[in-house]
């Protein structure tokens, strides 16, 4: 059945909406072919298009043909192609332990049960020092809050709640948290290690499925870039439930620690009663992958050489550990929606004939479920000349009911916030600024590689209003289906209401790359320090 939709009368040929002639777009057949893509990209042969694999490459061959056929030029280092290289080490549990030492005793560590051992291309074979709670384990100059002053955590592992104070502002919070953030903070005080513990007030998934991800293969990029800190010896996550053994013997529980998390009280601060040792079993390999580049070039003689970013990432995690038998991980919505969405918008802006006066550059990036690896090598690596002046990101935006609101991660930190209220009032859409803060979305995908480089940049989410079946169906995707073989091409998906999604955005693009100015982050914006 066709649906008539009236909040989108604005994209309409004829403003009739509501008479019999209305001729809003046809979202069921937009929405299908939309999902055409999806159902290529998530099919089980492609095999969760894990970076670097066979399925991969199947991925990245259909989207630089949908690239071509939608009128976009090669704009990557070898055709749509900009290839790189990746290391790859995997644990190898049974050459792998962990192990508490108290009072000369040595407790075993269960590795998966109680923890997962980290590892990375230069993480020590073997590691024993003692341990030290760091609360949070944040230092933030700009507020003067340090959770290591005072403390002797030299040649130590920190071991911290992953999170924040509660009156600390969210994207401070979550930039801080960052991987790279952490470790330039907590190498700069000597710390060898860490051991971190979930912070069960914003936990995601269930710690069994934190475990079956633990014999995912790390990549790390072999060309990562300047400006990157040390990585850490070694890198423990302890599941949140066995954490007490960590805390016996010191004089302070871990409960005593969570209680302090929940009232939002500072937490403490002490050395703890045990020392780590750890010996970690890796194998080593190396792999190729590529991100897909095409371009629409700008009008402008001048603007032209300003790139307005679409982006979305390719890879997902590939065969893993079987959850109810299945295997795959096709990463349906996670993130094929978002690739299908850069097709379609490229197509859109085709058939609309549109020429923007900004080229606008379509990005599929690899190596996202890796650490956003695709991206920041793009970021470092670019394959156009001139400057890349907005990343807008679609990662996992979860079309999963009619599209009412439109939920906006990094709403006040730049223009692009005005931008994305205009288009989308435009179709009858309300805008919502992240309502979840703690979950730091916004620093969490390929955006942040383009924020880091001072690039306004915006990322989305279905939105919904709190206490609504809308807010049910969000929240059970995550609970159920995140990161899970059940991210499928059999979920309930509303298509109709993903095509609106990509007028929206198509719209968003045009309105950036045709703009008097080029965007720029809010004065006050706590991103705007990456501004060279
Ligand atoms: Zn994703």
Redesign the pocket.
């Known amino acids: 059945m066709k649906r008539v939709n009236c909040l989108f009368a604005a994209f309409a040929i004829t403003s009739a909406c509501g008479t019999a002639f209305a001729q809003s777009p046809d979202w069921d057949a937009l929405g299908k072919q939309w999902w055409s893509h999806v159902q290529f990209l998530a099919d089980d042969s492609l095999e969760g298009r894990d970076t670097g694999s066979r399925g991969f490459e199947k991925a990245a061959d259909y989207m630089a043909e949908q690239f071509r056929a939608a009128g976009l030029q090669p704009a990557g280092a070898n055709g749509y192609r900009q290839p790189m290289d990746f290391d790859v080490v995997r644990i190898d549990e049974s050459h792998s332990s962990l192990e508490l030492l108290r009072d000369g005793k040595v407790e075993p560590v269960k590795l998966g049960d109680d923890a997962i051992l980290g590892v990375n291309a230069r993480a020590a074979e073997n590691v024993e020092a003692p341990a030290v709670f760091v609360g949070y384990g944040l230092t933030v100059p700009e507020l003067h809050y340090d959770d290591l002053a005072g403390l002797d955590v030299k040649g130590k592992i920190a071991v911290f709640v992953t999170g924040g104070p509660a009156d600390m502002p969210g994207p401070i919070k979550a930039h801080y948290q960052s991987g790279e953030e952490r470790r330039r903070a907590l190498a700069k005080a000597g710390v060898i290690g860490v051991i971190s513990i979930p912070n069960p007030k914003s936990a995601e998934v269930p710690w069994s499925r934190i475990a079956a991800s633990r014999f995912q293969p790390r990549m790390e990029l072999r060309d990562p870039g300047a400006d990157v800190p040390p990585a850490y010896q070694v890198s423990i996550l302890f599941n949140t439930d066995r954490a007490e053994m960590l805390f016996a013997g010191s004089g302070h529980t871990f409960p005593e620690v969570l209680a302090a998390v929940n009232a939002d009280k500072p937490l403490p601060h002490f050395p703890l009663a045990v020392a780590v040792r750890s010996h970690l079993g890796m194998t080593r390999s190396e792999v190729q992958s590529e991100n897909i580049v095409g371009l629409l070039p700008g009008s402008d003689p001048q603007l032209k050489k300003e790139y307005v970013v679409v982006s979305a990432?390719l890879d997902?995690l590939g065969v893993g550990e079987p959850v109810n038998g299945d295997r795959i991980y096709n990463?349906a919505m996670?993130?094929a929606s978002?690739d299908a969405s850069l097709i379609e918008i490229a197509r859109a802006l085709k058939n609309s004939a549109a020429q923007p006066k900004r080229s606008i550059l379509f990005l599929s990036v690899t190596g996202?479920?890796k650490g956003e690896l695709g991206s920041q090598y793009f970021a470092a690596h670019p394959t156009v000349p001139g400057a890349n002046i907005a990343d807008i990101n679609m990662?996992?935006y979860l079309p999963l009911f009619p599209l009412k609101y439109l939920e906006v991660q990094g709403l006040g930190e730049s223009s692009l916030g005005d931008d994305v209220r205009a288009v989308a009032e435009a179709a009858g859409i309300q805008v919502q600024a992240d309502k979840e803060p703690e979950h730091n979305r916004f620093i969490r995908?390929d955006q942040y590689s383009f924020i880091k480089k001072g690039v306004p940049s915006l990322a989305f989410k279905f939105g919904y209003v709190p206490g609504t079946p809308e807010e049910k169906i969000f929240k059970a995707w995550y609970a159920e289906r995140y990161h899970a073989p059940s991210d499928d091409l059999t979920q309930p998906v509303d298509m109709a209401a993903a095509a609106q999604f990509n007028a929206i955005l198509e719209k968003l693009a045009l309105r950036v790359a045709d703009a008097d100015h080029r965007p720029e982050w809010n004065p006050d914006s706590f991103f705007r320090r990456f501004v060279r």
Request: avoid cysteine.
């Open positions: 990432h997902h990463g996670d993130d978002g996202e479920e990662d996992m995908s």
